[in-house]
């Protein structure tokens, strides 16, 4: 079947370091987007990618970057993690030709 | 600027009665809007969606209705049952592009 998928689960980094979140979809969806998910604000676009080598700013981007090599990954780069970045971490895929977009388990960033 | 709102933060309703779950929105260019569901420490799932030149839809337990007057969008459960305990987010995808923009989120409970 097909999946998104998300790694790590679970990360805690420290102020400064750069970190990684890995997204990975087998739907072969052209379109990727990250979302934060923080108590009051719901679910805030980071970046997002409509296909290969495209990349797009969403409302919550600072400090953020993405790219997009191939279809299947949308990885998510903090390249200075802060501790306003402490957060859950949604990545999701779309097809052009429906309406639903679907959601990996989430990552959870702490940073201390 | 938030272009969609869900103004109440929870509510708690008894199994077997209905739950209604608003959502309202600012923009009046917006080609799909949906309804997500979200259990803890999972990503959120697709629950239903409706066009924005329809009034109506419904699958199952589930009703959207879109107010376009009033720009208005509502979720019906009947009967909530113990298992649509979760937050539900509202979504909207603008016309012409593929993201979706989420409201902050609505906690239901439901109460044996």
């Known amino acids: 079947d097909a999946e998104i998928t998300q790694s790590p689960r679970h990360k805690i980094t420290e102020t400064g370091r750069q970190v990684t979140l890995a997204c990975h979809q087998t739907?072969?969806?052209?379109?990727m987007f990250w979302y934060r998910q923080d108590l009051g604000h719901g679910l805030r676009l980071i970046h997002y990618?409509?296909?290969?080598?495209?990349?797009n700013k969403g409302e919550v981007s600072d400090g953020y970057s993405v790219s997009r090599s191939n279809t299947e990954d949308l990885p998510l780069t903090l390249e200075s993690a802060a501790s306003s970045q402490t957060s859950v971490y949604f990545c999701?895929?779309?097809?052009?030709?429906?309406?639903?977009?679907?959601f990996g388990q989430g990552t959870r960033l702490t940073v201390v | 600027d938030q272009q969609v709102k869900q103004n109440s933060p929870s509510l708690s309703v008894q199994e077997g009665r209905i739950s209604i779950l608003n959502c309202d929105y600012t923009?009046?260019?917006?080609?799909?809007f949906l309804w997500y569901k979200k259990y803890p420490a999972e990503g959120p799932t697709f629950l239903i969606s409706?066009?924005?030149?329809?009034d109506k839809n419904e699958d199952g337990r589930f009703t959207v209705f879109l107010n376009k007057s009033a720009k208005h969008l509502s979720l019906h459960i009947v009967p909530s049952q113990p298992g649509d305990s979760a937050v539900y987010f509202c979504?909207?995808?603008?016309?012409?592009?593929?993201?979706?923009?989420f409201g902050q989120g609505t906690r239901l409970t439901i109460n044996p």
């Open positions: 999701a895929s779309k097809s052009h030709m429906n309406t639903e977009a679907f």
């Open positions: 739907w072969n969806h052209n379109n």
């Open positions: 990618s409509y296909g290969v080598q495209d990349t």
């Open positions: 923009n009046s260019m917006f080609d799909y």
């Open positions: 409706i066009s924005s030149i329809k």
């Open positions: 979504a909207v995808i603008i016309q012409g592009a593929q993201k979706l923009v």
